[in-house]
């Protein structure tokens, strides 16, 4: 029978649930326990895959084509977890169930209602996810004082009911404030939150305190004493250079061997070396002069929201770690981004990074930034919508193809270099018609994308309905512009420019498959050369 860990929050969000069901995975695989995970998220959109990033931040999108929140990046990115559709439920895609059952009669005319209907869906996905696994850590979006959250709450407890003896455990992540005129930190929140989760049944066991600083032994008396939680389970979770730090924090304060015992665990080998090389690696990196900082421009048009970009932040990260590099990030709006200041903008880049998006906004910013970087030698990576505008770009001032565009963003373009496929120009639904998930293509020798890889086939993960036009290819060939990977039916997946230092595109996503210690060789290289930028 699987064990549960329930992971709850409160006080407010953005706390840190995803990177701490991400941190307490990674010390239950370094233990040789089988897990997996759930994101249940209360709101009523079936998937993010339709939202605004400023909504929701970036949309993570699995293997099997699922487009989900960002936190199940965390949960891949520090585990071996590969996830799937099943991983990510929200109150949309339940209603949406129930829906469908009821008008087809599985309920045999009854009353639907929140409780048992809702809460059966929920327990259902919830046990779906721990068969064939020794631990399944399911996290719940929001907080706990959330109306949408109840009836995840309810069917969390009715597990917990269920599930007598040490099968279950309920840790919440909550807030322990600094007040720096009083010069305090302050419990009360913490004890209204953990307050709020006894009133809907739930006592947890473990209390994880977010907080600028170490939380003293007063401190932790004090929230133990007025939230019925003993002393030793109040863990303290201080603000750390890197969220990679987390699961050595944790590991620090016994988080591991809590759940051994709450759980009953059979207590394995526990080796923490590759977390702690993680963190020696980082401190080494951070420590190193000012005047050997590589810097990174990053042009988009979400710039004001880093968490749109959250996969492309951490794989850097990865990268960093992998090359022993310090990075400095540039975030540069891409609406302001023009002709006349883009050498100022660009000064003391050493590489230029154009992400994926959506819609026109910023688009003619992007390709200026492509062709600063093409025509001055600074090594470029696009991805997705980075590699259609560097396709754009290279039309317009290399083909001499006047106004070539993508019908993205003028339908009537005379050279539609960037294209939308027949199937797609039959869809009428937004919601989970991309072209999706892992896409399997082939890499031509003598490219360097076959360098990078060093390998010819790959799958990687789509997200877009866009294709660069192979109608146009070969007149890319003949000046300079190399297709170097192409899809099983046909179309290109990678662009490269030979004799430009490091100039690569791919159409797919490589920020979703880098992990933490398997960074994704194409982020890796472009580290590499924006090394080599930086010695010129």
Request: contains cysteine; proline residues 4%; charged residues 25%.
């Amino acid at each position: 029978m699987p064990k549960y860990i329930f992971i709850t929050g409160g006080v407010l969000s953005s706390l840190g649930k995803g990177v701490t069901a991400a941190s307490i995975g990674a010390l239950l695989e370094e233990m040789g326990y089988k897990i997996n995970f759930l994101k249940l998220d209360p709101y009523l959109n079936v998937d993010p895959g339709t939202m605004n990033p400023y909504q929701h931040g970036e949309v993570f999108v699995t293997d099997d084509g699922a487009e989900t929140d960002l936190d199940l990046g965390h949960y891949e990115r520090f585990t071996t977890v590969s996830l799937k559709k099943n991983n990510s439920i929200t109150a949309g895609k339940i209603y949406s169930q129930l829906i469908e059952k009821e008008r087809r009669g599985e309920f045999l005319g009854g009353t639907i209602q929140t409780i048992p209907h809702m809460t059966n869906e929920i327990k259902s996905a919830i046990h779906d996810i721990g068969r064939d696994v020794d631990i399944a850590i399911i996290e719940i979006g929001g907080t706990v004082g959330d109306i949408e959250s109840w009836p995840f709450i309810e069917s969390i407890r009715q597990i917990g009911l269920e599930n007598k003896g040490k099968n279950c455990v309920f840790i919440h992540l909550t807030y322990v404030p600094y007040i720096e005129t009083s010069d305090e930190l302050k419990t009360k929140p913490t004890q209204h939150s953990v307050r709020t989760l006894l009133s809907l049944g739930i006592q947890p066991e473990i209390l994880i305190c977010r907080s600028p600083m170490e939380l003293p032994e007063n401190i932790k008396k004090k929230i133990a004493l007025f939230t019925n939680v003993e002393e030793s389970n109040v863990i303290s979770a201080p603000d750390l250079e890197s969220i990679y730090e987390l699961p050595l924090k944790l590991a620090q304060q016994n988080l591991h061997e809590k759940l051994i015992n709450s759980l009953e665990l059979t207590n394995k080998s526990f080796n923490l070396e590759r977390w702690k090389n993680i963190s020696y690696t980082l401190n080494a990196i951070k420590s190193e002069s000012g005047n050997s900082t590589i810097n990174i421009a990053i042009a988009g048009k979400y710039v004001e929201l880093k968490d749109a970009y959250k996969s492309i932040i951490e794989s850097f990260k990865h990268a960093q770690i992998e090359t022993k590099t310090k990075l400095q990030i540039n975030w540069i709006d891409s609406e302001k981004i023009t002709d006349d200041n883009a050498k100022l903008l660009f000064e003391d880049i050493h590489g230029i990074l154009v992400p994926g998006g959506f819609g026109l906004r910023g688009i003619e910013g992007k390709i200026k930034a492509v062709q600063f970087a093409r025509q001055n030698n600074i090594p470029f990576f696009g991805i997705c919508l980075g590699m259609q505008v560097a396709v754009i770009e290279f039309a317009r001032n290399v083909l001499k193809l006047e106004n070539a565009n993508s019908t993205e963003f003028d339908p009537n373009t005379e050279h539609s270099v960037v294209d939308m496929l027949e199937e797609q120009k039959k869809i009428r639904y937004k919601g989970a018609t991309m072209r999706l998930g892992n896409q399997d293509c082939k890499i031509n020798a003598n490219s360097l994308a076959r360098k990078i890889y060093q390998k010819t086939d790959l799958s990687e993960r789509h997200r877009h309905r866009y294709e660069f036009n192979p109608a146009y290819a070969d007149k890319y060939a003949t000046q300079g512009l190399q297709i170097s990977a192409m899809s099983e039916d046909g179309l290109p997946e990678i662009i490269e420019i030979p004799n430009h230092p490091f100039f690569i595109a791919c159409q797919f996503h490589p920020e979703f498959k880098s992990k933490v210690f398997a960074p994704h060789p194409l982020f890796v290289n472009f580290v590499k050369a924006a090394k080599e930028s930086f010695k010129d």
